[in-house]
């Protein structure tokens, strides 16, 4: 797909999820069709159509991909990998981040860190990192690794937060799920060793796999499944959500310094930069 992208080939690259995932992140150069309607107004059926959604068990493409062929377009292929392959191939997405003209998103947390975030180090520290994440995330699973070289490198001068933005279901269906099973885990005092779970098998994140977790961390189990079963979390994460969006958030992993959102390079380098330069 990158190849053929990058020869500019003569195709239409349809992402068939929904508005809402559309608009949080997509490969560039797509667009979206998630009706018949839309198909009928925005393809043909001379076009080479390649139709693809979130992973390869995403029912979205196929059900495209079968809704087109019965349309009578010949010229229709699938990517199956979607934007799981896309993103773990280490390719950039495009999104719809920009505010409406005029507006200027925040720059600075609205919700300053306290006893209640998931923390690790002294809130009195002199360097404080938060990080909004989605456990589904290629990208912010590569910046908790530069967060430990960040632990590593300032110690107890450095006090990290993690707060919860899982995308939308149409973009990262087990995101949700996931930071429920984090806070589940959280109520029994492992909320740090599940969040590297979740990070470390981000491939592995349906019911039965966070399950296993919570047996190999030594969970209550069954509370563990009952909290997940009936959401008891989703507050927490929509009080998370909340924070971020007041914040300026619009994408994953977004990082504020000492309150104040970092708009540079996510390589650990460009951050101590910035960290020793506050």
């Not at 508005?19 to 667009?31: K, L, M, Q, V």
């Not at 995330?137 to 300032?154: D, E, I, S, W």
């Not at 707060?163 to 005092?189: K, N, T, V, Y």
């Amino acid at each position: 797909m990158k190849e053929k992208l990058a020869r500019k080939d003569n195709f239409k690259l349809v992402m068939t999820l929904g508005e809402d995932a559309f608009h949080s992140g997509r490969i560039p150069g797509s667009i979206n069709i998630s009706s018949i309607e839309q198909a009928r107004g925005q393809v043909s059926r001379e076009d080479e159509i390649v139709v693809y959604c979130h992973d390869e068990n995403c029912p979205a493409s196929k059900a495209a991909y079968q809704v087109l062929v019965s349309l009578g377009f010949s010229r229709v292929r699938r990517y199956a990998g979607g934007m799981r392959d896309w993103q773990l191939a280490g390719y950039p997405t495009e999104r719809d981040t920009e505010p409406g003209e005029g507006v200027v998103l925040p720059t600075s947390l609205s919700q300053p860190v306290t006893q209640e975030d998931h923390v690790q180090g002294r809130l009195g520290a002199s360097h404080i990192l938060v990080v909004y994440g989605d456990y589904e995330c290629p990208y912010t699973r590569r910046t908790m690794a530069h967060v430990k070289g960040l632990q590593r490198r300032f110690g107890n001068e450095l006090c990290f937060a993690y707060r919860h933005f899982p995308a939308p279901p149409e973009l990262h269906p087990h995101a949700r799920i996931a930071a429920g099973a984090a806070l589940s885990a959280d109520f029994q005092g492992k909320m740090w060793e599940m969040h590297d779970y979740l990070f470390r098998h981000q491939r592995a994140l349906e019911y039965d796999d966070l399950v296993s977790y919570a047996v190999e961390l030594k969970l209550d189990v069954a509370r563990f499944k009952r909290e997940i079963d009936e959401q008891v979390h989703d507050a927490r994460i929509e009080r998370d959500r909340e924070s971020g969006w007041s914040s300026g958030v619009r994408e994953v992993p977004t990082l504020f310094i000492n309150d104040d959102r970092y708009g540079g390079d996510l390589t650990l380098a460009a951050v101590i930069d910035v960290i020793e330069n506050e």
